[in-house]
């Protein structure tokens, strides 16, 4: 039963409520106007204290979509934030009005933290460095499209491993299925934090290596997802500017990859995917942000128990 519930880490749900969610989101892909009405009467609110441009706007018009309506705001200094305003009081007013909440906040654990205060479902909308659940139910419904299955695949993680919280989602969701393979493919100081390798990796038993250069492995891959070096997690400029250009995928790259290689985006994309890569059939970045707004269309309603 997911009716009230909070999502704040991709491990939140089971296996089992994922299927239900992406099945959901599979309805809705076919017959989008079936849905119009499901969410009238409620209201979302969104909540970013950090930049978005996919994230927020999927959320509103997944909402939108369903016949709801959307408050919130998308810069925190014209809120009441920026008179002082805690966390658990924004989030005990802005649950007093609305149905449900998606957030976004640049420290790590902050949304957890708020869910104690919130009298509705909230949604972790990506928390610093740490996590970003909806983006990795994205991911999932992408693959699961691309491939038909979310299971005995290799998945190649390419870029900033460490700062990229939409990685580490994705590897704690799909440590969950059968006989994955991840191929880590960063520089040696953006590899994946020990966390995940002893949390998740070592005590699953999942199969995984570490490599920095995304050539010697690209042919092996069944799935490629390039991530950008995360410009505003860095401490010094120096170190951003001398490895942001690390990984670009270009033409060259992929003519040893598989036909039918799927490459997959979080986006935003800085220079790691070369644009002459957009018209290639193995390119999905752009098909997975649009099943990002249906499958938050299937969350949303899923949470209010109204599907
Ligand atoms: N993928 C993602 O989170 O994009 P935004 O930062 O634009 O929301």
Redesign the pocket.
């Known amino acids: 039963m997911l009716k009230g519930r909070h999502l704040i880490d991709p491990q939140d749900f089971t296996v089992e409520e994922l299927d239900e969610i992406f099945s959901l989101a599979e309805e809705i892909i076919k017959n989008p106007e079936d849905f119009a009405h499901t969410c009238e009467g409620k209201i979302l609110g969104t909540l970013f204290y950090?930049?978005?441009?996919?994230?927020?706007?999927?959320f509103e018009t997944a909402m939108l979509r369903l016949g709801g309506k959307v408050v919130g705001f998308s810069e925190p200094s014209s809120s009441s934030v920026a008179k002082g305003e805690n966390l658990p009081d924004t989030i005990r007013t802005v649950g007093s009005y609305t149905d449900i909440i998606a957030m976004?906040h640049p420290k790590e654990g902050a949304p957890k933290y708020a869910s104690q205060f919130s009298p509705v479902p909230l949604i972790n909308?990506?928390d610093g460095g740490h996590q970003?659940p909806t983006?990795t139910l994205?991911d999932l419904l992408t693959i699961k499209i691309a491939k038909g299955k979310i299971s005995n695949l290799t998945i190649g993680l390419c870029g900033d491993l460490k700062f990229g919280r939409?990685v580490h989602s994705l590897i704690k969701a799909m440590s969950r299925y059968e006989n994955i393979k991840f191929i880590l493919i960063s520089p040696n100081e953006l590899q994946i934090p020990k966390y995940i390798k002893t949390e998740v990796l070592d005590r699953k038993l999942i199969n995984y290596i570490e490599v920095e250069r995304l050539e010697d492995v690209i042919d092996s891959l069944d799935i490629l997802y390039m991530t950008r070096v995360q410009k505003e997690r860095f401490f010094n400029e120096a170190d951003y500017i001398r490895l942001k250009d690390s990984y670009i995928l270009d033409r060259e790259k992929l003519k040893s990859a598989k036909k039918d290689l799927t490459i997959l985006h979080?986006?935003?994309r800085v220079n790691e995917i070369s644009m002459e890569v957009d018209s290639d059939p193995r390119a999905w970045y752009f098909k997975q942000v649009k099943f990002?707004m249906f499958v938050r269309m299937a969350l949303i309603a899923k949470l209010l128990g109204v599907s």
Do not use: V
Not at 50 to 58: A, H, I
């Open positions: 950090e930049p978005s441009t996919r994230t927020r706007l999927s976004r909308a990506g970003h983006q994205t939409t979080p986006l935003p990002g």
